[in-house]
């Protein structure tokens, strides 16, 4: 099995098609096991849902032709389907929507991108900022924090962007939506998503 596509993304609905969350597709493939949940796959202009059993069938016939938006993993003697969006068949709440303070979802916030010189660089080439500094009573939040380089956090130092005479390229905000989920809009294989989903922007 490939940890890569076990850790990708599935979009979560409630009862009533509501999309509620999004967890990996190891938790979607015990969710569809326990018949907890079932399978909405978008299939010629339409939607149409697939219990455990109904979607291994599927699979293996659409495994003989793959597309490329496609992900399988391998089972015993044949190929699962990965599905993009499962219904939850008995949850019909609406969890109170927050999105998460943490390292991930910040540098999402800011697409990885430093923010004062505008160097977009991997994660482990990054780090996170206190545009107002602890030292000065800045405190930890959204508002307060910028993705930054390792050399742009060398020059700014316990300083104000102000005192090291550096420009912040944007405002720092609280984002509406969860950044990771924003970022997973961008990749073709969750276009089925926007249909679930407002607006990003």
Same mark, same amino acid.
């Given at each position: 099995?490939?940890?890569?596509?076990?850790?990708?993304?599935?979009?979560?609905?409630?009862?009533?098609?509501?999309?509620?969350?999004?967890?990996?597709?190891?938790?979607?493939?015990?969710?569809?096991?326990?018949?907890?949940?079932?399978?909405?796959?978008?299939?010629?202009?339409?939607?149409?849902?697939?219990?455990?059993?109904? #979607?291994?069938?599927?699979?293996?016939?659409?495994?003989?032709?793959?597309?490329?938006?496609?992900?399988?993993?391998?089972?015993?003697?044949?190929?699962?389907?990965?599905?993009?969006?499962?219904?939850? &068949?008995?949850?019909?709440?609406?969890?109170?929507? &927050?999105?998460?303070?943490?390292?991930?979802?910040?540098?999402?916030?800011?697409?990885?991108?430093?923010?004062?010189?505008?160097?977009?660089?991997?994660?482990?080439?990054?780090?996170?900022?206190?545009?107002?500094?602890?030292?000065?009573?800045?405190? &930890?939040? #959204?508002?307060?924090?910028?993705?930054?380089?390792?050399?742009?956090?060398?020059?700014?130092?316990?300083? &104000?962007?102000?005192?090291?005479?550096?420009?912040?390229?944007?405002?720092?905000?609280?984002?509406?939506?969860?950044?990771?989920?924003?970022?997973?809009?961008?990749?073709?294989?969750?276009?089925? #998503?926007?249909?679930?989903?407002?607006?990003?922007?």
């Amino acid at each position: 099995m490939s940890q890569s596509v076990l850790d990708t993304n599935v979009l979560v609905l409630n009862r009533f098609y509501m999309a509620i969350r999004v967890v990996n597709v190891r938790r979607t493939f015990t969710l569809l096991y326990r018949e907890c949940a079932e399978v909405i796959c978008h299939d010629d202009d339409q939607y149409v849902s697939y219990d455990f059993e109904s #979607w291994c069938e599927l699979s293996q016939i659409t495994s003989l032709e793959k597309q490329p938006d496609e992900d399988y993993i391998r089972a015993v003697g044949f190929e699962l389907r990965v599905p993009r969006i499962v219904r939850l &068949t008995r949850f019909d709440r609406m969890p109170v929507q &927050t999105v998460r303070f943490n390292r991930r979802n910040l540098f999402a916030r800011d697409e990885n991108q430093c923010q004062y010189c505008g160097r977009k660089e991997p994660t482990n080439k990054l780090s996170l900022d206190h545009v107002i500094p602890r030292s000065h009573g800045g405190p &930890t939040t #959204w508002e307060n924090i910028v993705c930054c380089c390792l050399k742009c956090n060398s020059r700014k130092g316990g300083r &104000t962007p102000q005192q090291a005479r550096m420009q912040l390229l944007s405002r720092p905000v609280k984002p509406r939506f969860n950044p990771m989920l924003a970022q997973s809009m961008e990749d073709p294989r969750y276009e089925c #998503w926007k249909t679930f989903l407002p607006a990003m922007s």
